[in-house]
């Protein structure tokens, strides 16, 4: 055979040995994409976080946003305060700080509701008690005469005395629907989730003490007859935005139960037995 012929025919069987080989390549590949297709990943959990269900609306806040909200709602029923007021007091803080419990502001201001020690509303770190700060602000909201009829913003700017009063008005709507779901008028309204891998030992009798201090209780429930709202289910609420500070696991009103390991489901059925009955009455942490 002439030796260009062999050189044909051996370029053919490496050739054919090259194809063969890099068929076998692409099938490899082709098996590996496939593989790495069908790992199915566990999603990471959501971030912290509250929504709410009021009013015809819904709204989503942060969980330090929910906490002081709903302490600045239960020191309302300390003061059998009507709806109003809370909604007031909500458009201001909305305006100030955002729901942001902050350490500065315009001047010497501080707080939730940026109020300011020379202006003899308190010391600083009064201030910085959301507690106080709201009892301070409702303090100053009812001396002034006619403030359940004003307009929100005209009552928020009677008490604040603020560079641009009108500014309160844009978070009026906000405010309302916030005000219906942590006064309870609307029932298991508030939820709120965590990661409860990162949470410390539940301090259920540290929750119950500071419950009982923003509603002005002494672990009983406001007077049914409130005109601010529901209490049972404002406390509720509290106790679930307040979840993640205490390390709480479940909270249970009204037959209902809220959990950790579920919050971003909402509220369920509480079940008939293990202490589900007991919270028809009252506000069951754990």
Known sequence: MPKKRRRISAFFKILTVLTVACGVLVAGGYYVIRSVQ???LTPPPPPSGCTLTAAGDTDELEVEQAANAATISGVAFGRDLPPHAVVVAFATVWQESKFRNIEF????????FQQRPSQEWGDPEQLMDPV???GEFYDGL???AGYEEMPVYEAAQAVQRSADGFAYDQHERRSRTMAAAFTGAEGP???CWYDTDEAGEADV???QAEMDRVFGTDGALPAAESRTGDPGWAMAAWAVANAERYGLTSVEYGGQRWSAAEGIDGWTE????????????????R
């Open 38 to 40: 069908r790992v199915e």
């Open 105 to 112: 502001g315009d001047r010497d201001s501080v707080g939730l």
């Open 132 to 134: 106080y700060s709201s």
């Open 142 to 144: 009812v001396e002034i």
């Open 189 to 191: 309204a508030v939820t």
């Open 205 to 207: 009798e540290a929750a």
């Open 270 to 285: 509480a079940p008939g037995e293990g202490g589900g009955a007991a919270a028809e009455d009252q506000v069951v942490l």
